[in-house]
């Protein structure tokens, strides 16, 4: 199979890609399990993408359970460079509202039971990760959200993203906590995703789709079921229409990301004393360097 450079991960409403033909479906096998759903081979309006559902096509895993070193190691293995994820969120703040979508710059780890890392077993790497997104792909995203003039829509080129562990969702005093940190956004998938897609040198940046505001918020009580997931519905409309535009411009420009090369100087154990087993499992991380 021809290298694939553009993959795409849906999150919660976001079960497959609209617009596919020439569809394979990959399965693939990693020294890390197998990924929360086949890879979705396709061709989107010329270019060829992968698609995977986070959550699998049924949304039968948690966050916490979902495969992240799985996952981002089959989309590095079929040659993706560019990563666009899609997630839904809660709103922090009273101007992000519901079907608004923001492009967070940076994110803040709340996670407690994920291994983000591909590192250990003798070879130790410490990525830089001061800017977790990749800048120029985040701007082709909310170029392509601006282009697209949804009517409700605002977009937010910037924002933090909370990333909690779940299922439960955040307590009144957790998320106060958050919005007195200055947050934009609560989600419970963006990481360790972002950190294994820097490891594995993949440019990343997130669509984050507001579903409703959080508990903080006043009219949260009144919030319902139904309401969600009619907003989670029309999250998935606009976020189909903005991928494939984002695609569209990256096709015609794939920018050279830091991200590209993160591995670069982030490994301190000398490659020649790590294990050959070490080597074999982490070899489509660490093939350039070795």
Known sequence: MEPVKIGILGGSGLYKMEGLHDIEEVKVETPFGSPS?????????????????????????????????????????????YLISASAVGSLKENVKPLDMVVPDQFIDRTKNRVSTFFGEGIVAHIAFG???????????????????????????????????????STKAESNLYRSWGASVIGMTNLPE???????????????????????????????????????????????????????????????????????????????MVSPSVKDKLRVLLQKYL
Not at 39 to 60: E, M, N, Q
Not at 145 to 169: K, M, W
Not at 256 to 269: D, K, N, W
């Open 131 to 169: 800017d977790p997104v990749c800048q120029e792909l985040a701007r082709i995203l909310a170029d392509a959200v601006e282009s697209l003039n949804f009517p409700d829509v605002t977009l937010h080129r910037q924002g933090t993203y909370v990333c909690i562990e779940g299922p439960a969702f």
């Open 194 to 272: 972002a950190k294994l897609a820097r490891e594995a040198e993949m440019a990343y940046a997130t669509l984050a789709l507001v579903t409703d505001y959080d508990c903080w918020h006043d009219d949260h009580d009144s919030v319902s079921v139904d309401m969600v997931i009619e907003n989670l519905k029309a999250n998935a409309i606009h976020a189909q229409k903005v991928i494939r535009e984002t695609v569209r411009r990256l096709s015609e420009n794939m920018p050279e990301s830091q991200a590209h090369s993160a591995l670069q100087f982030a490994i301190l154990t000398p490659l020649d």
């Open 37 to 81: 759903d086949a890879l979705i081979v396709g061709t989107l309006d010329g270019t060829r993408v992968a698609f995977l559902a986070r959550h699998g096509r049924d949304h039968t895993q948690m966050p916490s359970e979902l495969p992240f070193r799985a996952n981002i190691y089959a989309m590095k293995s079929i040659g993706v460079e």
